[in-house]
């Protein structure tokens, strides 16, 4: 019976060619535009680290003289309070995070040298958050300590300098300290960038920075401090500091630590040693007031920073509204194409068919649009993507179609085309038979 | 035209009726607010920024770094660049507005108070006034005994010596205005920390580099600093010698000392073009959806339409034969069209307003002036004729024969 209705829906179909292709490419604009945006909303708001962000904390203290505690904590640590929380060591991984820019080169091929972007953190970064290793691996917490003059690289790195191959071993120069590099990184390109994510309240809504790629280099955090003096950004200083880019000891803030803790009740513990940290720190007359500390999970400090940037959600509702205008729009002209058939249906009715039987002839004929305009709606929606790539924001690159998106791409035109169909069905086949027969 | 007979057609067709009304009530709704923000966006854009925009290059050099000889090659360079026919100013400056990367500083009139009275930004870089061509409205440009080297400033703030403190400032009107309201900014005093700043002269308008906060876009201030971070800002003489000014300057720049990076060359209209970015990609895709709407809305109608004539095509003929002319037929659909789009745009309306608050809330938009009611009805009432127009002639195309087939 649903091969008859299928070859009945095409005949019809190819009957009225017009109002075919005005029904097909309302639904294909309409998916089109709302998988664009929703694939952009899905990849921007996902979870950076599934399986993991239940156990990554973002231990917050506020040496802000001027602040209060009925504020918000500053978003970032000085460096005082990072470094003696990190080596407190009472989280199962912890790791110190700041980034900085330098000139970088490779000093056996004479290149030219670049600009680059370094992260400086400690060993426990790699284990924390899975970083994949294609070649070597980190450094160890007595290397931190030693501040041993080795280098992570990221695999576009690893291509731009040694063409893929495995360069542990290599040498290479950050501003004019020479490293080994002990690692290379696979492909890794968190969405966000949530390590180094802050000050997203300030933002405005615009946060498409965040989605930055990661650093190429990465090296151990006191390493870096050494190699790069004098170019570090603070996130914001109460007073100016002593030296510009020298920030230990600095009355700045520039510093994220992230911890991670496995069980609940250490959750508990962790949250009262950094509550104990500020007290302890207000008592020595180093913070004015210690009673606004915080620690976020990753997920709610992402969400805190509201990651994903207003206009994207802007775009998502937009589209969304303009689905339903599709929608309504399609409805209405299949219950001018179903309605046009009365006599047919009248026919068919007379001859025996069940209300059921049209109604169900109704849906296959809407199906039908709908999976067609779900195939027009899929090109849209790669077409979609394909100009958001051309745009010059830093999340471009991600935007790609991923199986469930693809997938979900043709679920929602066959529910957007069914859902359409149900009311001209149902009034189709409410047709009564003998009205018609009597007027054909 | 008489409009009951239209109406009492309509309560038959009910639900039809309600799905071209609501589709005209949607589309209005958000072509209406799209608009809105389209038009806001466009504003921002076209942001005026008080510097002479198009005719200054900016360059950024990387890792002159720690150097202690870093102000003697900040004058070489200066000097330098100086020399190429074409430039008319140069500065070593700290940043350049909408150049996205600013430095900024809480300000109190009054030593005592306990929070800042606002956040400015810090303009500085000897010769900046004229290079950036700012229009100094009150009171002085700095002077060049004013200026201090910034590294001083720092050693010297560090050392809590007040004395070896900037002392002068130039701030904004709109700043002036914020701080002191009606009175004159000139001679008057505020602080950063507790070094005390008198202004001695007030610039028109000098955006900041970065906009968090619409209103205070305008606060900035112009401290006696020189510059030596490796930032130059070139004045040309027109707007025409850019392009060679720039390459001359890159070439000449290379050959004082080819082991720098150039982070940043470009000019004023690049920078303004890379800030408002996303702006224009947001107004891009709005007028593309706004376009995509009333399109598939028009397209609507004409299906709706079409297919109300073919469904009273006898009626239509009896209609004819009983004496109705063309006109009065292409009428009955017009005025039909008119009734829904009525209808369809006062829902859309209180939808626009209800959207507007939200967005207000979410958004932080301003409110949705009234002059966009008027004007999404009428365009949507005009795209409703035309829609209907196909449709209309093509009943008013059908014969009173038909009247006298098949009843």
Not at chain 1, 264 to 286: C, L, N, T
Not at chain 2, 14 to 20: E, G, H, N, Q, S
Not at chain 2, 79 to 100: C, K, T, W
Not at chain 2, 246 to 271: F, G, Q
Request: proline share 5%; hydrophobic share 45%; with cysteine.
């Amino acid at each position: 019976m649903f091969g008859y209705y299928l070859d009945l829906a095409f005949r019809s179909l190819a009957r009225n060619r017009v109002l075919t292709s005005l029904m097909v490419l309302a639904i294909a604009v309409g998916i089109g535009a709302s998988m664009t945006t929703l694939t952009v909303t899905h990849l921007l708001s996902g979870d950076p680290l599934p399986g993991r962000s239940q156990h990554i904390y973002y231990p917050q203290v506020d040496a802000i003289p001027k602040n209060t505690d009925d504020k918000e904590p500053v978003d970032k640590l000085d460096y005082q309070s990072a470094v003696d929380m990190w080596r407190a060591h009472r989280a199962d991984r912890q790791a110190l995070v700041v980034e900085s820019q330098l000139k970088l080169s490779d000093p056996a091929s004479g290149t030219p040298p670049v600009m680059s972007m370094m992260l400086s953190t400690t060993a426990d970064f790699f284990p924390m958050f899975d970083v994949p290793f294609q070649y070597g691996g980190g450094w160890s917490a007595q290397e931190d300590e030693s501040r041993a003059r080795v280098a992570v690289i990221t695999d576009d790195l690893n291509q731009k300098l040694f063409a893929g191959a495995n360069s542990v071993g290599r040498t290479l120069r950050l501003r004019n300290t020479d490293v080994r590099i002990v690692g290379v990184l696979k492909p890794w390109r968190p969405s966000p960038q949530f390590y180094t994510v802050a000050g997203g309240r300030f933002s405005n809504g615009d946060t498409a920075d965040f989605y930055g790629k990661p650093q190429d280099v990465i090296t151990p955090f006191f390493t870096g401090l050494e190699i790069n003096d004098g170019s570090f950004w603070q996130f914001t200083c109460w007073s100016l500091p002593e030296r510009m880019g020298h920030l230990q000891n600095a009355p700045c803030v520039w510093l994220s630590l992230w911890v991670q803790i496995d069980s609940p009740a250490k959750v508990a513990d962790y949250r009262r040693f950094v509550a104990d940290y500020a007290a302890q720190q207000k008592a020595m007359g180093r913070f004015t007031h210690a009673g606004n500390t915080r620690m976020r999970s990753l997920m709610e400090w992402l969400d805190f920073n509201g990651v994903v940037p207003a206009d994207v959600r802007l775009q998502t509702w937009l589209s969304f509204a303009f689905l339903a205008i599709c929608l309504f729009n399609t409805v209405g002209l299949l219950l001018a194409k179903f309605l046009r058939r009365s006599g047919e249906i009248g026919v068919r009715r007379a001859l025996g068919a069940s209300r059921a039987a049209v109604f169900a002839q109704c849906m296959v004929e809407s199906g039908v649009i709908g999976l067609v305009g779900g195939l027009f709606g899929l090109l849209l929606t790669l077409l979609g993507l394909w100009l958001i790539r051309q745009q010059p924001v830093a999340y471009a690159d991600l935007a790609r179609l991923d199986v469930p998106m693809f997938l979900l791409t043709f679920l929602a035109s066959l529910v957007v085309s069914l859902l359409a169909g149900v009311l001209p069905a149902y009034r189709a086949c409410r047709v009564a038979p003998a009205w018609q027969l009597k007027t054909l | 035209m008489d409009i009951l007979p239209i109406l009492s057609t309509l309560r038959r067709h009910k639900i039809t009726a309600f799905l071209v009304i609501i589709e005209i009530a949607l589309t209005c709704a958000i072509v209406c607010n799209a608009v809105f923000i389209i038009s806001q966006r466009l504003d921002r854009m076209n942001m005026p920024s008080g510097v002479d925009e198009h005719r200054l290059l900016d360059i950024q050099l990387a890792d002159i770094g720690a150097t202690s000889d870093q102000k003697s090659r900040t004058l070489t360079d200066l000097a330098a660049l100086r020399q190429i026919p074409g430039v008319s100013q140069v500065a070593s400056v700290r940043q350049v507005p909408f150049g996205n990367s600013s430095s900024n500083s809480g300000i109190k009139l009054d030593t005592t108070q306990k929070s800042e009275t606002l956040s400015a930004t810090l303009y500085s870089g000897e010769n900046i006034v004229p290079t950036f061509g700012v229009q100094l409205i009150a009171g002085r440009d700095l002077l060049p005994d004013e200026y201090l080297d910034f590294d001083q400033v720092v050693r010297a703030a560090a050392a809590k010596d007040a004395k070896s403190m900037p002392h002068v400032v130039l701030i904004t009107q709109k700043m002036a205005e914020r701080l002191w309201p009606g009175q004159q900014a000139l001679g008057k005093q505020f602080y950063i920390s507790d070094y005390p700043l008198t202004v001695v002269g007030v610039v028109k308008e000098l955006i900041r580099p970065s906009i968090w906060d619409e209103s205070a876009k305008s606060y900035s201030m112009i401290l006696p600093m020189r510059m030596a971070h490796g930032e130059y800002v070139i004045r040309t003489a027109t707007p025409q010698d850019r392009d060679r000014v720039l390459a001359a300057a890159l070439a000449k720049l290379k050959e004082i000392n080819p082991h720098r990076v150039v982070l940043k060359k470009r000019t004023m209209d690049d920078v303004r073009h890379e800030f408002f970015q996303d702006d224009r990609a947001m107004a891009g895709l709005l007028v593309g959806v706004c376009l995509a709407l009333l399109v598939v809305t028009a397209l609507g109608i004409v299906g709706l339409g079409s297919f109300w004539v073919a469904q009273r095509r006898r009626q239509i003929g009896v209609r004819r034969a009983l004496g109705a002319t063309r006109r009065n037929i292409l009428n009955y659909f017009q005025t039909e069209n008119f009734l829904l789009a009525t209808i369809g745009i006062a829902v859309g309306m209180v939808l626009a307003y209800g959207i507007n608050l939200a967005l207000m809330v979410h958004y932080e938009l301003p409110r949705l002036p009234a002059i966009y009611f008027p004007v999404g009805a009428l365009s949507l009432w005009v795209i409703g004729q035309l829609a209907v127009l196909g449709p209309a002639m093509r009943a008013a195309a059908v014969p009173p024969v038909v009247a006298t087939r098949s009843v």
